[in-house]
């Protein structure tokens, strides 16, 4: 028996890249399959992209925990998979998805890096490893998780920055999750505008701060704070995209 998936991808002001996804997504799912877009009140032209290539598309507060959230109680599909709006995917992800087992399960892909930086591959290969080796998923692999089990953990919390983390840690203590191998490509302009070691170095320290009990929200501020104090943008970020994941 196939698996029914649910793709839920939570947006704010992404319609370009929102435009570039949904044809792809379109065209590696099948018919039983649903595209779910959550829209967190964008001011662009997000919506209208999204109910032309979306099965649902969905309103409610901003912040991707709970947009995801919101996307993931109303799906129909017994495996959700959770994509940003800039995931680079080939047909093999949905694939490798397509015939898992039933039951609880949940797991991520590897990625690589866009772009030709020599440090890429090696920071890629990092991001692979370390989650083999904790058992942390990052929104940029592009979770997925049994819908009863996400459910029955309460899904993602309610917090800014580390939601996938904070996921992750609930959903180990039920099993290890699956490290699929077809890679993701994930977009590498934070690393590009930033710097490539400024941006590793500032994803170590929100990763270490983290984990030894920092606030979610603080990171979160401290995140858009280095990252975007040089381009004079301020908070400015956060209302594009909510926070991405420091990998």
């Given at each position: 028996?196939?698996?029914?998936?649910?793709?839920?991808?939570?947006?704010?002001?992404?319609?370009?890249?929102?435009?570039?996804?949904?044809?792809?997504?379109?065209?590696?799912?099948?018919?039983?399959?649903?595209?779910?877009?959550?829209d967190g009140a964008s001011t662009d032209d997000t919506v209208s992209v999204a109910e032309e290539g979306a099965d649902k598309v969905l309103h409610c507060d901003r912040g991707r925990a709970r947009q995801m959230n919101f996307g993931a109680e109303r799906a129909c599909g017994d495996l959700l998979w959770f994509l940003?709006?800039?995931?680079?995917?080939?047909?093999?992800?949905?694939?490798?998805?397509?015939?898992?087992?039933e039951g609880p399960l949940w797991g991520r892909f590897d990625v690589r890096l866009k772009g030709h930086h020599p440090l890429f591959p090696i920071i890629g290969?990092?991001?692979?490893?370390?989650?083999?080796?904790?058992?942390?998923?990052?929104?940029?692999?592009?979770?997925?998780?049994?819908?009863?089990?996400?459910?029955?953990?309460?899904?993602?919390?309610?917090?800014?920055?580390?939601?996938?983390?904070?996921?992750?840690?609930?959903?180990?203590?039920?099993?290890?999750?699956?490290?699929?191998?077809?890679?993701?490509?994930?977009?590498?302009?934070?690393?590009?505008?930033?710097?490539?070691?400024?941006?590793?170095?500032?994803?170590?320290?929100?990763?270490?701060?983290?984990?030894?009990?920092?606030?979610?929200?603080?990171?979160?501020?401290?995140?858009?704070?280095?990252?975007?104090?040089?381009?004079?943008?301020?908070?400015?970020?956060?209302?594009?995209?909510?926070?991405?994941?420091?990998?």
């Amino acid at each position: 028996m196939t698996r029914r998936l649910s793709v839920v991808i939570p947006v704010l002001n992404e319609a370009p890249r929102l435009r570039r996804l949904l044809p792809k997504l379109r065209r590696h799912l099948w018919d039983q399959d649903e595209i779910i877009v959550v829209d967190g009140a964008s001011t662009d032209d997000t919506v209208s992209v999204a109910e032309e290539g979306a099965d649902k598309v969905l309103h409610c507060d901003r912040g991707r925990a709970r947009q995801m959230n919101f996307g993931a109680e109303r799906a129909c599909g017994d495996l959700l998979w959770f994509l940003h709006a800039d995931s680079g995917l080939r047909r093999e992800q949905p694939a490798a998805l397509r015939y898992l087992p039933e039951g609880p399960l949940w797991g991520r892909f590897d990625v690589r890096l866009k772009g030709h930086h020599p440090l890429f591959p090696i920071i890629g290969g990092a991001m692979n490893l370390r989650s083999r080796w904790t058992g942390i998923a990052t929104g940029d692999q592009g979770i997925f998780v049994d819908r009863l089990m996400f459910l029955d953990v309460g899904g993602f919390p309610l917090q800014p920055l580390m939601e996938d983390v904070a996921l992750s840690a609930c959903l180990r203590r039920h099993g290890k999750p699956l490290c699929l191998r077809p890679r993701m490509v994930v977009d590498s302009r934070r690393w590009q505008q930033h710097g490539v070691l400024r941006t590793v170095l500032l994803m170590w320290r929100l990763r270490w701060r983290y984990w030894r009990g920092a606030d979610p929200a603080e990171l979160h501020r401290i995140y858009y704070r280095d990252h975007f104090r040089d381009q004079g943008d301020g908070e400015a970020a956060p209302e594009r995209e909510g926070g991405r994941d420091p990998g």
